[in-house]
Antibody, heavy 118, light 108 residues
């Protein structure tokens, strides 16, 4: 069974940092590209970042470029998101999501809540 | 970047057909994807590549495309279909993804 489990969320002050992780199991993690998608409270979905299976290709949404860094460790079946210079508008539930060959995001974690507030 | 426009809400009675639209200039060039999200849960992919249905998704879910609009159709709506629905596509260079604003489907 495919499972994605996010961790690392919490309360952080504006300007602070946080590192999210996503533990993958039930599939060959190293064969799949992955994404981070976030959802602010009561709002819609927003794509955040993409990383290819080998980490050779990485993309970011303009809203996080220069502040967030996506990475993965295929040996540990782990996806990460280092978030620096956090702002109030980064407050959201952060989901990791697998990219299927058809281009859709076919499996999602349960999400981890990041709250940026003083 | 580009935008995808969805109606904020759609309401139907049980057994009726719900149609949720998603409009955007990039749609004729890129495949669209649809996700269902119930309160407190992660999104679930219900349609990929405009009209394909993942395994495990009921046949009453279908997708279509015409020009700059894609449509998610739910036939014989059930109470369990009440959820938020989001369209999504990648940009033409495949370097970013965009979600529509979401449509809340209410089953009366």
């Amino acid at each position: 069974e495919v499972q994605l489990v996010e961790s690392g969320g919490g309360l952080v002050q504006p300007g602070g940092s946080l590192r999210l992780s996503c533990a993958a199991s039930g599939f060959t993690f190293s064969s799949y590209s992955m994404n981070w998608v976030r959802q602010a409270p009561g709002k819609g979905l927003e794509w955040v970042s993409y990383i290819s299976s080998s980490s050779s290709t990485i993309y970011y949404a303009d809203s996080v470029k220069g502040r967030f860094t996506i990475s993965r460790d295929n040996a540990k079946n782990s996806l990460n998101l280092q978030m620096n210079s956090l702002r109030a508008e980064d407050t959201a539930v952060y989901y990791c999501a697998r990219v299927q060959e058809n281009g859709g995001f076919d499996y999602w974690g349960q999400g981890t809540l990041v709250t940026v507030s003083s | 970047s580009y935008e995808l426009t969805q109606p904020p809400s759609v309401s139907v009675s049980p057994g009726q057909t719900a149609r949720i639209t998603c409009s955007g200039d990039a749609l004729p060039k890129q495949y669209a994807y649809w996700y269902q999200q119930k309160p407190g849960q992660a999104p679930v992919l219900v349609i990929y590549k405009d009209s394909e249905r993942p395994s495990g998704i009921p046949e009453r879910f279908s997708g279509s495309s015409s020009g700059t609009t894609v449509t998610l159709t739910i036939s014989g709506v059930q109470a369990d279909d009440e959820a938020d629905y989001y369209c999504q596509l990648a940009d033409s260079s495949g370097t970013s993804w965009v979600f529509g604003g979401g449509t809340k489907l209410t089953v009366l």
